[in-house]
């Protein structure tokens, strides 16, 4: 079935403005003339009061459904959230990726793509972590999926964080030999930073610019992105003008309300925003869901229009989909219409700061590729 969408406020990351106008979803495709869906039957929704965007990427989630202790489904993780298009942040290594792919990633129906774990065992369990140490590394077998999965896999996934890592000498050697594996792989490093071995600042010396820093507003152990006066590091600032980009990556326990509050004051922004949707928090707080997370940064004082870049236009060219981060003719009809509600909304985190929010992005429906994948059981 064909779809038009008419009189909703629609933004659209490409242009950067928010307009009113109709939209049509014609063949999996959208398009802005109306006579497209004039020969073919269609279903004419009534978008007025709604907000539409394109659909959200959530650029860090755990989707390796009992193939890993931590691991969600991802088409019931998704629709129902707005997400069309989901990157598995690194859950399974060389030893599993195979089976990742053939089982997760090749029968589910949202979009996915995936990190892969620099650790050729992922991982797979909280009791025990991956084992970092850079003489284990497989280079070889890892150079050989980047080219066997080139549109799947995006990113060489290395976490360095105390409980894994503890040696600080042992950490930079681990890391360095990470991006020396990635720059042969043509692919970027994403490095989680939960109580990290390293000063966050020294850390992002080893990176290039497209690297990512993960959880970066988490306030676990010494190293934060703040220094002992709640100044953002300098360092930081200069990782980000060489190209650095830092993902909030919320998370169960990898974010702090407060060091994000006070991070963002000072102007430091992340480049995207994503879940770090796991077993841990699924669809409980402190994470609860992809829109709830996006409804907490307007607290922060982000715009909306600045929040869903970083959910929509910023991910998908960091996956190489450019085109699924706009509204544009011809583009993948990956849409969905939202409400905003304005209700009270206590937000918390681990660490048990609050937060009471105002707003709150509500998804009631989502299209991917033209076709209706959820709908709000009283919205049409």
């Known amino acids: 079935m064909n779809f038009a969408i008419r009189n909703g406020q629609v933004y659209d990351p490409k242009i950067g403005k928010t307009l009113t106008r109709d939209l049509f979803l014609v063949n999996g495709r959208l398009s802005e003339k109306p006579e497209t869906v004039s020969s073919v039957p269609a279903l004419d929704i009534d978008a007025s009061g709604c907000f539409i965007t394109p659909g959200l990427i959530d650029y860090h989630t755990h989707y390796f459904y009992q193939g890993s202790e931590n691991g969600v489904d991802p088409d019931a993780s998704s629709f129902c959230m707005g997400i069309t298009t989901a990157v598995d942040g690194g859950t399974a290594g060389t030893g599993n990726f195979e089976l990742f792919h053939n089982t997760i990633m090749a029968r589910s129906s ?92 020294e850390l992002a010396t080893f990176l290039r610019p497209g690297d990512v820093i993960c959880h970066i507003y988490q306030n676990r152990g010494e190293h934060t992105c703040l220094d002992s006066k709640d100044k953002v590091l300098p360092g930081l600032w200069e990782a980000k003008k060489r190209g650095i980009l830092f993902d909030a990556s919320n998370g169960r326990s990898n974010f702090d309300l407060v060091t994000a509050q006070k991070a963002i004051a000072q102007g430091f922004l992340p480049d995207i925003i994503s879940s770090d949707n796991n077993q841990s928090s699924w669809f409980l707080p402190p994470l609860y869901s992809l829109p709830r997370i996006l409804s907490k940064y307007r607290e922060f004082g982000m715009s909306w229009e600045a929040i869903l870049d970083r959910s929509t236009r910023n991910p998908a060219r960091l996956i190489g989909r450019p085109d699924l981060g706009t509204l544009q003719e011809g583009t993948p009809a990956d849409v969905v219409i939202w409400k905003q509600e304005q209700k009270n909304v206590d937000y918390t985190d681990i660490n048990g700061n609050h937060l009471q929010g105002h707003e709150v992005l509500v998804p009631q429906m989502t299209f991917k590729e033209g076709q209706c994948v959820y709908c709000q059981a009283d919205f049409l």
């Open 110 to 201: 949202v979009r996915l793509c995936s990190y892969l774990l620099v650790a050729s065992g992922g991982q797979s369990n909280d009791r025990y972590p991956e084992n970092l140490d850079p003489r284990y590394f497989d280079e070889e077998k890892i150079l050989e999926f980047f080219q066997r999965y080139p549109q799947e896999l995006v990113g060489l996934k290395t976490r360095i964080s105390k409980n894994i890592i503890s040696s600080p000498d042992l950490a930079r050697a681990s890391l360095k030999r990470t991006v020396e594996i990635a720059e042969k792989a043509h692919t970027r490093v994403i490095v989680h930073v939960t109580d990290c071995t390293l000063p966050l600042d």
